[in-house]
């Protein structure tokens, strides 16, 4: 079931299983992806990393993440664009800039649902599904009052389940506001000082908040969305490494280098070897 409107809103939701299973590798420019496991044991691979998702796992994915199916059973995809519904400049509403999207790209957003989420949930789905029927002049209105619905519950389960050592509404929008810095400005800016000056903390402050969280050091998190990138563009682009390491940010490649074997054990001329055999 598709939604396209006059002015370029796109709004999507299929179910998926071994039989269609070719609609998780289409592609539409500037959409984010909400994919629902109905079923245990579906094997994927992501950026190259294979993963099992089990029954109402939900993962979030953007345009750029590169993804493979090993095994599909049964799952729920929603797909939708900015022009439909915006989740930056509706932050406000829904709160889920940095956390399921625009952040946090180096560590896939994963939730697990139940209970009263998951009752939500298929409430808010099945609700979609009938407005597609409804052809009529608040049809775009209520699709996006139900993707509201649904991202606004996800947001709520992954504070609940990945934030819930931060106490305060300060502390989780630093957390997001990082997220979010880091995924918009990584190419440019590699330390923890760079973002501390945008969003106006000190470094042992945002180094304080992520200790709470008991997961990796701000500077780690800058890293590996970095190494995210990199992999990205050595096993799916053309590029020189030269032009890589450039494009990352790296002054030369002997820095990129060096940077990429810290973190992968591997130089980026072996891994690209590796990768396209």
Same mark, same amino acid.
């Given at each position: 079931?598709?939604?396209? !409107?006059?002015n370029?809103?796109y709004?999507e939701l *299929?179910?998926?299983?071994s039989?269609? +299973?070719?609609?998780?590798?289409?592609?539409?420019?500037?959409? =984010?992806?909400?994919?629902?496991?109905? %079923?245990?044991?579906?094997?994927?691979?992501?950026?190259?990393? #294979?993963?099992?998702?089990?029954?109402n796992?939900?993962?979030?994915?953007?345009e750029?993440?590169?993804?493979?199916?090993?095994?599909?059973?049964?799952?729920n995809?929603?797909r939708?664009?900015?022009?439909?519904?915006?989740?930056?400049?509706?932050d406000?509403?829904i709160?889920?800039? !940095?956390?399921?999207?625009?952040?946090?790209a180096?560590k896939?957003?994963i &939730?697990?649902?139940?209970? &009263? #989420? =998951?009752?939500i949930? *298929?409430t808010?789905?099945?609700?979609?599904?009938?407005?597609f029927?409804?052809?009529?002049?608040?049809? @775009?209105?209520?699709? *996006?009052?139900m993707?509201?619905?649904?991202?606004?519950?996800?947001t709520?389960?992954?504070?609940?389940?990945? @934030?819930? %050592? &931060?106490?305060g509404?300060e502390q989780n929008?630093? &957390?997001?506001?990082?997220?979010?810095?880091?995924?918009?400005n990584?190419?440019?800016?590699?330390?923890?000082?760079?973002?501390?000056?945008?969003?106006?903390?000190?470094p042992?402050?945002i180094s304080n908040?992520f200790?709470?969280l !008991?997961t990796?050091?701000p500077l780690?998190?800058?890293?590996?969305?970095?190494?995210?990138?990199?992999r990205?563009?050595?096993?799916?682009?053309?590029?020189?490494? +030269?032009?890589?390491?450039?494009?990352?940010?790296?002054?030369?490649? *002997?820095?990129? +280098?060096?940077?990429?074997?810290k973190?992968e054990?591997i130089? #980026?001329?072996q891994?690209?070897k590796?990768?396209?055999?």
């Amino acid at each position: 079931m598709v939604y396209d !409107g006059k002015n370029g809103e796109y709004f999507e939701l *299929q179910k998926i299983d071994s039989h269609n +299973s070719n609609f998780l590798k289409n592609t539409k420019t500037q959409t =984010l992806l909400l994919i629902w496991f109905t %079923s245990d044991q579906n094997k994927l691979t992501i950026d190259g990393i #294979p993963y099992t998702f089990e029954k109402n796992e939900i993962v979030f994915l953007t345009e750029f993440h590169r993804l493979e199916y090993d095994n599909v059973k049964t799952i729920n995809l929603l797909r939708f664009n900015k022009s439909f519904y915006c989740v930056l400049d509706h932050d406000s509403e829904i709160g889920c800039k !940095g956390i399921l999207y625009y952040g946090a790209a180096a560590k896939l957003p994963i &939730i697990k649902i139940n209970e &009263i #989420p =998951l009752d939500i949930m *298929q409430t808010a789905w099945k609700m979609a599904t009938l407005e597609f029927e409804m052809k009529d002049s608040l049809q @775009l209105e209520m699709l *996006q009052m139900m993707l509201k619905r649904i991202l606004i519950t996800c947001t709520r389960v992954y504070k609940m389940q990945s @934030l819930s %050592s &931060i106490t305060g509404t300060e502390q989780n929008d630093l &957390i997001r506001n990082f997220n979010f810095l880091v995924e918009t400005n990584f190419r440019s800016k590699h330390t923890v000082a760079d973002y501390a000056s945008l969003i106006y903390k000190s470094p042992k402050t945002i180094s304080n908040t992520f200790k709470k969280l !008991g997961t990796k050091s701000p500077l780690k998190f800058i890293q590996e969305r970095i190494m995210l990138e990199a992999r990205r563009l050595i096993s799916y682009t053309d590029k020189d490494i +030269s032009e890589i390491a450039y494009e990352l940010g790296f002054n030369d490649i *002997q820095t990129f +280098s060096r940077f990429f074997k810290k973190n992968e054990k591997i130089a #980026p001329i072996q891994y690209r070897k590796k990768n396209t055999l």
